[in-house]
């Protein structure tokens, strides 16, 4: 799993996330996540090509559940 953070304040899903917020890019996201946030693969990328966020890690996958 790769891990991004927000250098910016960023906008998903009609909500605010300040500079410094943790999001988790995954291939399914759940709305209610908050810890960290999950966001989709394209989402990522376009914030990483606006330069809006930063890759912080790679972790290895985990199952779900």
Known sequence: MQ???????VWLREQPHEA???FAVVEVPAPAATD?????AGTASLWLRHKTAEVVA???KKGRG
């Open 58 to 60: 790679s972790l290895p």
């Open 36 to 40: 960290p946030v999950e966001i989709d």
């Open 20 to 22: 410094g917020t943790e």
């Open 3 to 9: 891990r991004i953070v927000a250098k910016t304040l």
